[in-house]
């Protein structure tokens, strides 16, 4: 019966490797990351041969990428110049960073690529950068293997493209809530380093990625000015009229630059984009003069220039080579809560805020442009989607609802939501084109801004009632939604970091949706329905085959 039992066991283990998978060893390999410091970054996993150099896995990483890595040798050994069409010069150089397991953060590799020697595990990243002038120090990317796909500032990216990186489940559910006890809410989070970083209109909370434990909270900073992250600091607007940095750890304030004197109720409403040496961000004046679009020294805060126009409200800059362009929504009347013309499209210098061309609308333009190539995407109330040239010149129109939110875009479609407080609302797909691919009808607005991840775009209504919704990109079906059990408004924007969704609510509500975890009963169920019955049956045979050697 030993021989019996064996048999069984073996024959047992061997079905159930089979039907759950045999675990593999630690894969001899490390990742590479590309952060092009414009907000979009690229990871890689790749297989270390035997020249297990930082600038061999950095070649081998960006060819998987499709990127072409420039190079050059000297008698130190070799230095990268350039990754895909970004190259050192302007806008910094290219800083190379290796993960430090112990301490949790990224050590800068002072020295050549071909002089760091990789082991399997390790990840590196490229960050393309400016150092502090004042002190040499390297800025930091956001980015890190324990939270590899953060989301830095409104609209992902500097052509606010409205597109996260990673991977999304279609079946989620609530994993926890916060309520910040914030009566009003309309700035979307950040996420970096594990912190979501939320903006109200009673004031400003750090929060844990992974419980929804408060982590720290400013209550003086208040407003719906969405934040930024940069170098292990935050940028954000506030109702008192400025532009604040604060570390990302505890939230001490590092400085802050007065952008309108007189801030009545609204203060900054612009979401900062931090590029190169530089944090670029729209100004609103409550009191119905000139606000228009600064740019600061991103170390001190200093104005660099400032571009004098009617008020940029809710309009996030979006910053193409040396071009910025930026929504307009006009001269603001604080008696009944309207704005006036002009309205339209600015477009800047970046380098020294000159004006290079206005595109005037006659709707009011809340939504922050997106660039795709060498058109710009944008939205007015008027209930219009414009394509314009980065030129200036007109390229198509095309009829909506009335609209406050900005497109986004998977790179192949236009994904544009519209809606005003009170009505319905629609999610839109266009090819850049201008063709119609599908329009989904929702019963709420949605002005806040989609979010497109995966395959997936990703919307909240803002009725009584708001609901989160995750939309095909393909049709516009409806994959899963969420109503929250306290019927509250949502204008604040979803956001994805790390595959996990995070949304607010008016009321103070924050929540975080992850991956619903299958039943814990169907792999009993398979086991019970396959692989015992197997085993069982062998061993049966097993033991007449045993029986019947003997009586013969």
């Known amino acids: 019966m030993k021989a019996i039992v064996i048999s069984t066991v073996m024959v047992g283990a061997l079905l159930l490797s089979a039907s759950l998978g045999t675990v593999r060893g630690g894969d001899a390999g490390v990742d590479v990351q590309f952060d092009f410091g414009d907000g979009t970054i690229t990871w890689v996993h ?42 050192a010069g302007s806008s910094g150089y ?9 301490s949790s953060a990224w050590d800068y590799w002072p020295h050549s690529a071909s002089s760091l020697n990789l082991a399997d595990g390790d990840s590196i990243v490229w960050y393309l950068a400016i150092d502090n002038p004042r002190d040499h120090a390297k800025p930091v990317p956001s980015a890190t293997p324990p939270n590899p796909y953060p989301s830095i500032m409104f609209r992902q990216d500097l ?61 003086d900073l208040s407003g719906t000015s969405s934040p930024a992250v940069y170098d292990q600091g935050v940028f954000v607007g506030a109702s ?17 630059t007065t952008l309108t004197a007189q801030p009545g109720f609204t203060g900054i ?23 228009g679009v600064a740019a600061l020294n991103i170390w001190n805060g200093t104005v660099i220039w400032r571009n004098d126009a009617p008020s940029v409200y809710t309009s996030s800059p979006a910053i193409l080579d040396d071009s910025l362009f930026v929504g307009i929504a006009g001269y603001f009347n604080s008696t ?27 709707g009011s333009v809340a939504s922050s442009p997106l660039i795709i190539g060498s058109s710009v995407f944008f939205t007015s109330r008027d209930g219009l989607l414009h394509a314009v040239g980065t030129n200036g010149t007109v390229l198509w129109t095309k009829a909506i609802s009335p609209s406050t939110s900005s497109p986004a875009t998977d790179g192949q479609r236009l994904f544009v939501a519209d809606g005003l407080l009170g009505g319905t609302g629609h999610v839109t797909a266009f090819s850049p084109a201008g063709a119609l691919l599908w329009q989904k009808a929702l019963p709420g607005p949605v002005q806040a801004s ?87 049956t062998v061993a049966l045979a097993v033991i007449v085959y045993v029986v019947w050697r003997r009586r013969k």
């Open 46 to 87: 790749i297989s270390l041969g035997t020249n297990r150099t930082a600038i061999n896995a950095t070649i081998a990483a960006a060819r998987t990428a499709g990127l072409h890595v420039s190079y050059s040798w000297n008698s130190s050994g070799a230095f990268v110049d350039g990754i895909g069409s970004y190259h």
């Open 269 to 291: 409403a612009s979401s900062p984009k931090p590029y190169k040496d530089r944090v670029f961000v729209g100004i609103f004046n409550d009191s119905g003069g000139l606000g």
């Open 94 to 102: 290219w800083h190379l960073f290796t993960w430090n397991g112990s």
């Open 450 to 536: 989609p979010l497109y991840v995966d395959g997936v775009v990703l919307v909240v209504t803002n009725a009584g009632n708001g609901t989160v919704y995750a939309l095909d990109r393909s049709t516009g079906g409806i994959l899963w939604s969420f109503l929250p059990d306290q019927p509250y408004f949502m204008l604040s924007s979803p956001v994805v970091a790390d595959g996990r969704v995070f949304t607010v609510a008016d009321g103070g509500m924050v929540r975080a949706f992850d991956c619903r975890p299958p039943p814990a009963e169907a792999t009993f169920t398979y086991a019970m329905l396959v692989v015992i019955p197997i085993v069982v």
């Open 240 to 256: 008192d009229g400025k532009l604040h940095r604060l570390a990302i750890s505890n939230g001490r304030e590092a400085w802050n």
């Open 336 to 362: 009944s809560y309207t704005f006036s013309k002009p309205y339209g499209l600015l477009a800047l210098n970046a380098t020294d805020g000159s004006r290079r061309w206005f595109f005037q609308v006659d």
């Open 159 to 219: 052509s606010n493209s409205g597109r996260q990186r990673g991977s999304l489940c279609t079946d989620l559910e609530q994993v926890w809530e916060y309520n910040t006890s914030a009566i009003l809410t309309g700035g979307t989070p950040a996420a970096a380093g594990g912190r979501l970083l939320v903006p109200t209109w009673q004031g400003f909370s750090a929060l844990s990625q992974d419980t929804g434990s408060l982590l720290w909270k400013r209550d």
